[in-house]
């Protein structure tokens, strides 16, 4: 079974503070992948992140940074300087590697609602 | 990537009467998936589109009230039927796309309103 966590249900910073919105991940299987996905006001849900089981390297675009820590088995995600325009729900997602086509499915967290005050 | 778009954005409807969502996708894609996301919730599975035959449901779901086909690979729809208040959500429409079917994309959604 799978399960993501996203612990924080709201965040408010004033802008351009930074904010990490956590994400922490329960699976049995050996290879995964973890997603960051966005969703703005408008409500589609924008992909921001795919990172790999195998691939524990942190990456950084741009203002935003993810830290993947396999031991602790958390994915949690930065935003550097924040904006106004960052102010959505984040959700964290996890799901195994295809192996038999149907069987694998996108487990989501409950979402981060982030209001950045102006 | 895979750009998805979806018909209509949002609809209002009557209670007992049905909508049917269209999807679309850009590019051929292997899995297609329908999601439903009620008022402040996080997004639950409906089912799988499976080209060519029956969609796979999740548990709680039934074709009798979400019907879903999928006659090729960059086109599915579902239905919503014999809707009630309870129906009212945002209902997404979900594709993989890449060398592994690595990343999961999303339609912008249909917000559904149900009277």
């Known amino acids: 079974a799978q399960k993501v966590t996203q612990a924080q249900t709201e965040i408010s910073v004033v802008e351009k503070e930074d904010v990490t919105l956590d994400c922490v991940y329960e699976?049995?299987?050996?290879?995964?992948?973890l997603f960051w996905y966005k969703q703005p006001p408008s409500g589609e849900l924008v992909f921001l992140i795919r990172?790999?089981?195998?691939?524990?390297q942190n990456e950084i675009s741009g203002r935003y940074s993810w830290n993947f820590q396999k031991s602790t088995s958390s994915f949690n995600f930065t935003i550097t300087a924040s904006q106004v325009v960052d102010s959505a729900v984040y959700f964290c997602?996890?799901?195994?590697?295809?192996?038999?086509?149907?069987?694998?499915?996108?487990?989501f967290g409950t979402g981060t609602r982030l209001t950045i005050i102006p | 990537s895979a750009v998805i778009s979806q018909k209509p954005s949002r609809d209002i409807c009557q209670r007992g009467t049905s909508l049917t969502i269209q999807c679309q996708v850009d590019?051929?894609?292997?899995?297609m998936f329908w999601y439903r996301q009620q008022p402040g919730q996080s997004l639950t599975l409906i089912a799988t589109?499976?080209?060519?035959?029956?969609?796979?449901?999740e548990s709680g779901f039934v074709i009798d009230k979400f019907p879903i086909s999928r006659p090729n690979l960059t086109f599915s729809t579902l239905t919503v039927s014999n809707m009630s208040p309870e129906d009212s959500s945002i209902y997404l429409c979900?594709?993989?796309?890449?060398?592994?079917?690595?990343?999961?994309?999303f339609g912008p959604g249909t917000r559904l309103l149900v009277l």
């Open positions: 990172r790999n089981s195998f691939d524990e």
């Open positions: 997602a996890l799901r195994p590697v295809f192996r038999n086509f149907g069987n694998e499915k996108l487990t």
């Open positions: 590019s051929q894609v292997t899995m």
């Open positions: 589109a499976n080209q060519g035959s029956e969609a796979t449901y």
């Open positions: 699976t049995r299987d050996t290879t995964y992948y």
């Open positions: 979900s594709a993989t796309s890449g060398g592994a079917l690595e990343t999961q994309y």
